[in-house]
């Protein structure tokens, strides 16, 4: 009977099982707003990844929300519910009308 080296196989597949579930957490989406506005957004549980109209990223932290999710940093706010969503910056809404595509 072989004998294998069991510990040699573990740490591999523990780093893996690590790993994927984060991965795992993240979804993207892209949404089309009033006036041929874009923005596209990749949100995990701590944080969300904001692009908007294809140029600047901004990372965005979450925030209470009675419905759907809220995400918030320097003055902007995304506000995703459903397949719908808006951004406000500097306290106005500058993206209106934001649907996922």
């Known amino acids: ?12 597949l523990l780093t893996i099982i690590a790993i994927f ?5 993240q ?8 006036g041929s506005k874009t923005f596209e957004v990749t949100v995990s549980p ?3 990844k904001l692009k ?12 209470d929300a009675r ?3 809220k995400f918030a940093a320097q003055r902007v706010l995304l ?8 951004i406000q910056i500097n306290n106005s809404l500058v993206y209106t009308q934001c649907v996922a595509q």
């Open 46 to 48: 701590n944080k969300a």
């Open 21 to 25: 579930p984060a991965n795992a957490q």
């Open 79 to 86: 506000t995703m519910v459903n397949q719908d969503a808006s």
């Open 67 to 69: 419905e759907g999710l």
């Open 27 to 34: 979804e993207y989406f892209k949404y089309r707003c009033e």
């Open 52 to 63: 908007l109209d294809g140029t600047s990223t901004l990372t965005l932290l979450p925030l």
């Open 1 to 12: 009977m072989k004998i294998i080296n069991v510990a040699g196989l573990i740490l591999p």
